[in-house]
């Protein structure tokens, strides 16, 4: 069965630097895209960014460009998302899902894991 599971959220001052794990079973990994994705509260879920794993390509938000970076580690079946220059409008559940790239980058993907949360104090 496809399970992920989300690890590494926690509270950081603003400024500060977290790093996201979600390791993913039960299928396949090169043949999935993962995608991480967050919700806080009182807003609609955005996607933050993705990496596939057929050619490697990324995308970002654009709110974290240049603060953010995806990247997989492959013998671990692994993608971690490195949060730099934490700000306190980053605070949100963070999801991660996968899929095909396609349905990551406009938002639906098949298959969640649960979330874990991120706090940026101010």
């Known amino acids: 069965e496809v399970q992920l599971q989300a690890s590494g959220g926690g509270l950081v001052q603003a400024g500060g630097s977290l790093r996201l794990s979600c390791a993913a079973s039960?299928?396949?990994?090169?043949?999935?895209?993962i995608g991480w994705f967050r919700q806080a509260p009182g807003k609609e879920r955005e996607g933050v960014s993705c990496?596939?794993?057929?050619?490697?390509?990324?995308y970002y938000a654009d709110s974290v460009k240049g603060r953010f970076t995806i990247s997989s580690d492959n013998a671990k079946n692994t993608v971690y998302l490195q949060m730099n220059s934490l700000k306190p409008e980053d605070t949100a559940v963070y999801y991660c899902?996968?899929?095909?790239?396609?349905?990551?980058?406009?938002?639906?993907?098949?298959?969640w894991g649960q979330g874990t949360q991120v706090t940026v104090s101010s």
């Open positions: 039960g299928f396949t990994f090169d043949d999935y895209a």
């Open positions: 990496i596939s794993r057929s050619d490697g390509s990324t």
């Open positions: 899902a996968a899929d095909g790239f396609f349905e990551l980058r406009v938002g639906t993907p098949l298959y």
